[in-house]
């Protein structure tokens, strides 16, 4: 019987969490399970088996993977971030970023890479700082790489001549608008 009875609040216990994580879960919030694919050269690519997984991590961070677009709505306490989250559509155009990455190909043998580019659009009336680390074909580690800062209201774009599977955008600044 006691066996019984610990059965029993184990399950109720699971139930609880469950029942407890589905409130919170937000489906718009996850990328679903997909595969990435980048050519190398002309005899080669690579593909990447993604799983199910947030494009926010934290509320501090957001990751990318190549062939991918995201739309980040922010919540501001002044400067500060109080909340990030993806959104399919956007409704809030004046809380919302952007961001894409792709692999460009040669113009002249389409299945050879020639670099790689992420489009950054901040639609927000303040201007945005961050930094980015890449995780790069044959390479077993991130790497940090440099970034520009995105005005207010305007969009950038980040060139590498990498074979870039996936980046992590991280430490979010806004800071008021300079132009």
């Known amino acids: 019987m006691k066996h019984i009875a610990k059965l029993i609040s184990i399950f109720i216990l699971i139930f609880s969490v469950n029942a407890l994580s589905a409130q919170d879960f937000n489906p718009e919030d996850y ?10 050269d002309d ?10 997984s947030p ?9 990318i993977f190549n062939d991918e677009e995201i739309n980040i709505e922010i919540e501001l306490d002044d400067y500060e971030i109080v909340s990030m989250k993806a959104v399919k559509e956007i409704v809030n155009p ?20 020639d670099y790689s580019v992420m489009l ?7 201007d945005l700082n961050y930094k980015a680390m890449m995780y790069i074909f044959g390479h ?17 774009s980040e060139i590498w ?12 600044k806004f800071t008021p608008r300079t132009r």
């Open 94 to 113: 004046e809380k919302t970023i952007t961001i894409k990455l792709n692999q460009v190909t040669k113009r002249d043998n389409p299945e050879v890479h």
């Open 120 to 126: 950054l659009k901040n639609r927000l009336d303040k």
């Open 43 to 52: 005899t080669r690519y690579y593909i990447l088996d993604v799983p199910v």
């Open 31 to 40: 990328r679903e399970a997909q595969s990435t694919f980048v050519n190398i």
């Open 55 to 63: 494009y926010v991590i934290e509320n501090q961070a957001i990751q």
């Open 140 to 156: 077993d580690n991130w790497i940090d790489t440099s970034v520009v800062p995105v005005p207010a209201e305007l969009q950038t």
């Open 161 to 172: 001549p990498n074979i870039l599977l996936t980046l992590v955008l991280y430490d979010f």
